[in-house]
């Protein structure tokens, strides 16, 4: 067990681009997550898999941003036109149905 | 109202002492509640999950849920510098698989 991995760990980035993060859930977890957190918040929902379907989205998940999960392993999540809103820590946590969500080390994002 | 409500702290305990660490949330037909332990700079780090009222322990971490109340808390004894972190409490919504969590309180144990 390897745990959730997040790549990658820092992203600096201009406004106006755009941003793709990878996670990886634990290999026998079914269910992925996307959470955001700002500083002196705790984490914000933004989407949930369960296998490759994207069952439940957040407000919080405008248009510009997007996240897949092919195949039910990994999943991605994109940000396009990224503005000075979107800085923040992405983590993506997996789980098995009715069992504790477990975090990788998040992806710091930082728009300039 | 916040869904999930927590006191922002600091929080501030003696080495050795008890920490006692509350969360109150709004969703009555809430079934799940957990706390992660979140380092500075760090992800969060599942500590305890409790599904009933009552207690439940794990080692120097006790978690005591009250549904009636929608109540919970966190209790750390012999506290040690290296539980100084920030304590979120989490609730899995009643209809849906998404955690809903409080803004943390920060824990400060003073060697």
């Known amino acids: 067990d390897t745990g959730v991995s997040q790549d990658p760990r820092h992203k600096i980035t201009k406004r106006g681009q755009n941003v793709t993060f990878r996670c990886d859930p634990i290999s026998e977890h079914n269910r992925l997550y996307w959470y955001r957190q700002t500083l002196g918040q705790g984490p914000e929902f933004l989407t949930y898999?369960?296998?490759?379907?994207?069952?439940?989205k957040s407000r919080l998940l405008s248009d510009r941003f997007s996240a897949e999960r092919p195949k039910g392993s990994f999943s991605t999540l994109e940000i396009q036109r990224t503005e000075q809103g979107d800085s923040a820590m992405y983590l993506c946590a997996s789980s098995q149905p009715r069992e504790p969500q477990h975090f990788g080390d998040g992806t710091r994002l930082s728009i300039l | 109202q916040k869904e999930v409500e927590q006191n922002s702290g600091p929080l501030s305990v003696p080495e050795g002492a008890i920490a006692s660490l509350n969360c109150t949330y709004s969703d009555r037909v809430s079934q799940s509640f957990f706390w992660y332990r979140q380092y500075s700079g760090k992800s969060p780090e599942l500590i305890m999950s409790?599904?009933?009222?009552g207690d439940k322990e794990d080692g120097r971490f006790t978690a005591q849920l009250n549904k009636a109340s929608q109540y919970v808390s966190l209790l750390i004894r012999d506290s040690q510098p290296s539980d100084s972190a920030t304590y979120l409490c989490?609730?899995?919504?009643?209809?849906?698989?998404?955690?809903?969590f409080g803004t943390g309180t920060l824990l400060a144990v003073q060697p």
């Open positions: 409790i599904y009933s009222n």
């Open positions: 898999f369960q296998n490759e379907a994207q069952l439940e």
């Open positions: 989490a609730v899995l919504g009643g209809a849906t698989n998404k955690l809903i």
